[in-house]
Each structure stands twice: as structure tokens, then as C-alpha cells.
């Protein structure tokens, strides 16, 4: 059985820091693209970034861009991202999910069941 | 701002049917880019629904339905059922925008 689970959210400060983890089993986790996408509270989907199989190609959205990171450990079965300089507009659910590709497009086939990351002082 | 547009909310009885649109342009749906669904049930992790535009993955009942013509994009739910209710979300690929992947609005299915 597939499963993502999430940890690492929490409440940070305005310019703060947070890694967010996702920990993989029930799939060859080093097979598939990863996923992050968040959810600011009763609002729609956003999707975050997203990371190749071994790591060298990443795309973020504009809005993330130079102060979020994602990176993996295949070894560890393991998908992160690193938030530098959260802001307010940061605030969201995280999830993390596994992204199959369909003729060339990712598909995000599963889903963890989020983290809550608040930035507020 | 998302670049795919669904209405806020629909509506209906047990037993009907309902459609809910996913509106795009030229540099995504329109491009040829597939259309993927995403069922959200209250306070829980999406779940994909549909997928290629038309196709269910395993475990989906076959009253859910997807389509896609021009820049546009539908999910269509046959003999609703009050466990359906949720907020549902179409999902493309976009050549313009450097988060290539986006999501629609979203839309709430109420059942009546």
C-alpha cells in the first residue's frame, strides 16, 4: 500500500524557517517525480514544486522561487522542502504526493495527509 | 490566480446528474495538455478521480465521468450520491507559466 506522510509543520515567525519532510513506503519512492502542494486555509490547490527521480531537474512556482527548496534522499525513502523567509501568504496545509507520468505529464496518483504550516508572529 | 476556471459550486438531488466545467486557453487545455481530476472530501488529502481526461483509476466508480473538447474540460457525476459531496479541482499542464502545473478554481458539490 502506497503511503506519504508528512511532518515537520508548525507555527514560525514572519522570515523564519521550517523543513517539511515526507516519508515514502509501499513504492520504489527512487521511480517517480515528487510532488509538493499546499492549501491556504479555505482555499484551492497551489501547486509548489516538483523534483525528478534522481534529483536533477527541480521547478518551483514563481511565488517560492529562491527561498523554498526541494530535495530528496532515495536512500531514506524520503521527499523534503526547505521554507527560508516565510511570509504570512506561506500559511498553507503541505502535501506531499508521488506524481506519475502520463505521456509525458505528471499525474499526482497519491496524497499524504498534509502538514500545517503557520507563519504568523 | 489559477488559469483554469471551474464554478464556485453545483448542485443537486440524490440521483441526478451534475457537470462541472474546467475553463482553460491556447497555452494550456487548448494546447492539447491532458485534464486530470482531484476529489477532496471534507478535511481530508485530495484524491485523483479522473485522469488523461477520461480515465478512472481503480477503486473509482464509473459514475464519474470526463471529457475535453477545445479549451475546455467537464466531469460529469451520474446518480449523485450524498457521500460525493466535496470540492472538486481540474489539474493541467500550462507552457507559459514556469509552475508548469496548475490548478482549477475548485468546485463544491453540494447534494441536496
Known amino acids: 500500500e502506497v503511503q506519504l506522510v508528512e511532518s515537520g509543520g508548525g507555527l514560525v515567525q514572519p522570515g523564519g524557517s521550517l523543513r517539511l519532510s515526507c516519508a515514502a513506503s509501499?513504492?520504489?519512492?527512487?521511480?517517480?517525480?515528487m510532488s509538493w502542494v499546499r492549501q491556504a486555509p479555505g482555499k484551492g490547490l497551489e501547486w509548489v514544486a516538483n523534483i525528478k527521480q534522481d534529483g536533477s531537474e527541480k521547478y518551483y512556482v514563481d511565488s517560492v522561487k529562491g527561498r523554498f527548496t526541494i530535495s530528496r534522499d532515495n536512500a531514506k525513502n524520503s521527499l523534503y522542502l526547505q521554507m527560508n523567509s516565510l511570509r504570512a501568504e506561506d500559511t498553507a496545509v503541505y502535501y506531499c504526493a508521488r506524481a506519475t507520468l502520463w505521456f509525458g505529464e505528471s499525474v499526482l496518483d497519491y496524497w499524504g495527509q498534509g502538514t500545517l504550516v503557520t507563519v504568523s508572529s | 490566480q489559477s488559469v483554469l476556471t471551474q464554478p464556485p459550486s453545483v448542485s443537486g438531488a440524490p440521483g441526478q446528474r451534475v457537470t462541472i466545467s474546467c475553463t482553460g486557453s491556447s497555452s494550456n487545455i487548448g494546447a492539447g495538455y491532458d485534464v486530470h481530476w482531484y476529489q477532496q472530501l471534507p478535511g481530508t488529502a485530495p484524491k485523483l478521480l479522473i485522469y488523461g481526461n477520461s480515465n478512472r483509476p481503480s477503486g473509482v466508480p464509473d459514475r464519474f465521468s470526463g471529457s475535453k473538447s477545445g479549451t475546455s474540460a467537464s466531469l460529469a457525476i451520474t446518480g449523485l450520491q450524498a457521500e460525493d459531496e466535496a470540492d472538486y479541482y481540474c489539474?493541467?499542464?500550462?507552457?507559459?507559466?514556469?509552475?508548469?502545473?496548475?490548478f482549477g478554481t475548485g468546485t463544491k458539490v453540494t447534494v441536496l
Open positions: 509501499g513504492f520504489t519512492f527512487s521511480s517517480y517525480w
Open positions: 489539474q493541467s499542464y500550462d507552457s507559459s507559466l514556469s509552475a508548469s502545473y496548475v
